[in-house]
């Protein structure tokens, strides 16, 4: 695609329900991040990948939140047990090799836990 | 570790006039630096960078920045704002050495009244 594509745009989950959030690079970017923005804040870094493999998951807040990438393209970050604290836009942003290049950010998942 | 701080969470600015947004970081090692746009439900869009070089940086839209590596500043200005300057902006920086994430400030609200 020409951008960036996330899934679902929107996402309202209960409390302590599961949820998987979509994350479609562009074609042929290597590297591909997930970021945290909480309503009124900057995003915060959660966890990058370099192809298949995660290299940083130092962001990724506690052992409910894990993210994968087994092929090297799409991406899924999932999140067990929602929380409220969890309630926040999800960004995910991928760039075409490491280095000063630019990262291009798709719309984002808003998670409301109720 | 590095921090970003952008000083106003808040500018309200008459349209044609100009704006100035702060942005002062912390890090302890060298980075590249960033200004990012945000309009509403929308992804974050690279407005300029400073890699190296010349510390004025030209950019979309007709903004620009100043490094000033003694200040450890990066302010974003733009001479005469247009309504559709009306948006979200985050101030980043990424370091040099190692590692591809972004750290950001908390952001800038700016509104542009007709």
């Known amino acids: 695609g020409a951008g960036v594509s996330q899934s679902p745009r929107y996402k309202v989950a209960k409390r302590g329900q599961d949820v998987a959030l979509r994350c479609d690079p562009i074609?042929?970017?290597?590297?591909l991040f997930w970021y945290q923005q909480a309503l009124g804040q900057g995003p915060e870094f959660l966890t990058y990948?370099?192809?298949?493999?995660?290299?940083?998951k130092s962001g990724l807040p506690s052992d409910r939140f894990f993210a994968e990438r087994p092929e090297g393209s799409v991406s899924t970050l999932k999140i067990q047990r929602t929380q409220q604290e969890d309630s926040a836009v999800y960004l995910c942003?991928?760039?075409?090799?490491?280095?000063?290049?630019?990262?291009?950010f798709g719309q984002g998942t808003r998670l409301t836990v109720v | 570790a590095q921090s970003v701080t952008q000083l106003d969470s808040q500018v309200p600015v008459f349209e044609e006039a100009p704006v100035e947004l702060r942005c002062n970081y912390s890090?302890?090692?060298?980075?590249?630096l960033f200004w990012y746009v945000q309009y509403p439900n929308q992804g974050l869009q690279l407005l300029l960078k400073?890699?190296?070089?010349?510390?004025l940086v030209k950019g979309i839209n007709g903004f620009e920045a100043e490094f000033n590596k003694s200040q450890t500043s990066f302010h974003l200005r733009k001479p005469s704002v247009h309504i559709s300057d009306t948006a979200e902006y985050f101030c980043?920086?990424?370091?040099?050495?190692?590692?591809?994430?972004?750290?950001f400030g908390g952001g800038t609200r700016v509104l542009v009244k007709p």
């Open positions: 942003a991928s760039s075409l090799k490491t280095g000063t290049t630019e990262a291009f």
């Open positions: 074609s042929g970017h290597v590297s």
């Open positions: 990948f370099q192809n298949e493999a995660q290299l940083d």
């Open positions: 890090s302890s090692v060298s980075v590249y």
């Open positions: 400073y890699l190296s070089g010349s510390t």
């Open positions: 980043a920086v990424r370091m040099k050495a190692a590692g591809n994430k972004l750290t």
